[in-house]
């Protein structure tokens, strides 16, 4: 036979197999204990290609039956991305209306590597924090103010410099989860004053001047 039928068919079998009937039977000869190497060379296929047949052999019947008969159209690397995501159904369904609709597929599943990335990121930022003892809101609270907007004896507020006051908190903006918003929930009562929009700027004379 051609390499590109050994390469398409399970060992041993001698009608054209699909990548997916493919994948599932090279996942089968692997799990008795079969080496990557012995793989390799039963079915002439590259180490790469048969990480990725092994990975998409392990689609769980869940996914296989959500795909329906899209399944057997699937190329490997489309059915090692399926199960790549296999624990998250949503990400799944969002890979197969990409590949129902002929979009492609590997930006939809690097957005979903990013969110999941990003979902993380938001989670550990969020135990710093809370591990500092700042309180975490969903928003601004009524009465609070950014230290942005704040000076405490003249000197501007910072995370930093804010991190004694009982009142120090933070949110996360919608749309950037991976920049908390620093707040005084209680200026006024912490001893705390909001900056003037008009700052002061020497002259060319030495006098101040308003900006």
């Known amino acids: 036979p051609s390499h590109r039928s050994a390469r398409r068919n ?9 990548p997916a009937e493919y994948a599932t039977a090279l996942s089968a000869g692997h799990a008795p204990g079969a080496t990557r190497p012995r793989l390799r060379r039963t079915t002439g296929r590259k180490a790469d290609e048969i990480k990725t047949a092994l990975q998409a052999g392990r689609l769980s019947k869940d996914t296989r039956a959500k795909a329906g008969e899209l399944t057997n159209q699937l190329n490997l690397d489309q059915l090692a991305l399926l199960a ?13 209306e990409a590949l129902h609709h002929g ?4 930006y939809v599943a690097e957005r979903i590597r990013q969110d999941r990335a990003e979902a993380a990121e938001h989670e550990r930022l ?41 009142g120090r908190g933070a949110f996360f903006p919608a749309w950037n989860l991976l920049h908390p918003v620093h707040y005084c929930a209680s200026p006024e009562e912490h001893g705390h004053a909001f900056r003037s929009l008009l700052a002061p700027r020497p002259s060319p004379d030495g006098d101040p001047t308003i900006t």
């Open 10 to 18: 399970p060992p041993g079998d001698k009608k054209t197999a699909s």
């Open 84 to 96: 790549e995501f296999d624990d998250d159904q949503d990400a799944v369904a969002k890979i197969l």
């Open 103 to 106: 979009y492609t597929v590997e």
């Open 126 to 166: 969020r135990a710093e924090l809370q591990a500092a003892g700042i309180t975490i809101t969903d928003e601004l609270p009524d009465g609070a103010a950014r230290l942005g907007s704040l000076t405490h004896d003249e000197e501007n507020l910072t995370p930093d410099n804010h991190a004694t006051c009982p």
